[in-house]
């Protein structure tokens, strides 16, 4: 567990200027993103996650002040040290962005039990502590929680069970959280978050059942965004407080159709799985991302230390 401070002055004007917000996952990609957008509509940041030194060098760059703290969200411990340090440092969260998330591609039955585990401790048991350690500095600004989804909420792909079944659990964890803290005027918004140009998008593309599900999307869902233009969509929704979050908008149109989504990708699967053997299919099985191999190895040599 370390930490960071450093400052700056920028963004005048902003409805978000002078209030504190936490990123989970800001050591790269989106987290990293969302977390100079923020800086620069003019809020201070804290970043939370595991690689010290990519969070160090994204701290860096940011125009106003910003902590990091590296810790493992599925430490619950850990992260209420992290809430206790932010609010020394830069005061109590008024936002909070529960962004963390790694992935496992591959056959649910080649893929280790403790990988799966690890999928599903991160992405959902992770969120679940990051809310339950700031929500009460959340309670005390009336602040807004955003969990970031997936369109794997929307429609499970198979050969990535793990994180559809993580995205969409925190999806429900979300709603049943939005009901309890509102009269509290706390305020939760869920982010349904297409292809992004992340290192975990690559690794999917290396998996055949994956690439084919996406070439069978239409020219607009298959176009990857970049992390920068994913993130300022989240901040946008951030400063509305907004209830659902869609990067890209075009997204909030395939909520009426989730009921016709598992029927088409089963359709796609069945057709691609039949051309590969099981031999093919396991050998394909593995974490997804600089990222996730990051946390990984750090889970399973915790006196390591390293990052980047």
């Excluded at 960071?4 to 504190?20: C, E, N, Q």
């Excluded at 496992?104 to 403790?114: E, H, I, Q």
């Excluded at 799985?273 to 299919?281: F, H, K, N, S, W």
């Excluded at 990984?296 to 980047?308: D, L, N, S, T, V």
Aim: contains cysteine.
């Amino acid at each position: 567990m370390r930490e960071t401070l450093s400052g700056g002055r920028h963004g005048a004007g902003s409805p978000l200027r002078g209030r504190v917000a936490v990123v989970t996952g800001a050591a790269r990609g989106i987290g990293a993103a969302l977390a100079r957008n923020l800086s620069e509509s003019g809020m201070h940041v804290a970043l939370l996650g595991r690689e010290e030194a990519s969070l160090r060098a994204t701290a860096a760059t940011l125009p106003h002040r910003s902590a990091c703290f590296e810790a493992d969200v599925t430490d619950d411990a850990v992260l209420r040290s992290a809430a206790r340090y932010v609010e020394e440092r830069l005061g109590p969260a008024s936002v909070v962005a529960a962004n963390a998330g790694i992935a496992v591609g591959g056959p649910f039955a080649d893929t280790a039990a403790d990988l799966w585990q690890r999928v599903i401790d991160v992405n959902l048991t992770g969120s679940a502590n990051t809310a339950r350690a700031f929500l009460p500095h959340l309670t005390r600004t009336r602040g807004y929680f955003l969990q970031v989804a997936s369109t794997a909420a929307l429609g499970s792909a198979p050969m990535m069970s793990a994180y559809c079944a993580s995205k969409a659990g925190v999806e429900s964890f979300a709603l049943a959280l939005r009901g309890e803290v509102e009269p509290d005027g706390v305020a939760v918004g869920i982010a349904y978050v297409h292809w992004t140009g992340t290192d975990m998008v690559s690794g999917i593309d290396d998996h055949p059942v994956l690439r084919a599900l996406r070439r069978h999307q239409p020219g607009f869902a298959r176009r990857v965004r970049s992390p920068e233009q994913v993130a300022a969509w989240l901040a946008e929704g951030i400063a509305r407080r907004s209830p659902s979050v869609y990067a890209p908008p075009w997204l909030r149109w395939c909520q009426p159709l989730r009921p016709l989504f598992p029927a088409v990708v089963a359709r796609i699967a069945r057709r691609e799985l039949r051309t590969r053997t099981r031999a093919e299919l396991a050998a394909d099985v593995g974490v997804l991302g600089a990222g996730g191999l990051a946390d990984w190895h750090a889970h399973r040599h915790p006196g390591h230390r390293g990052g980047g």
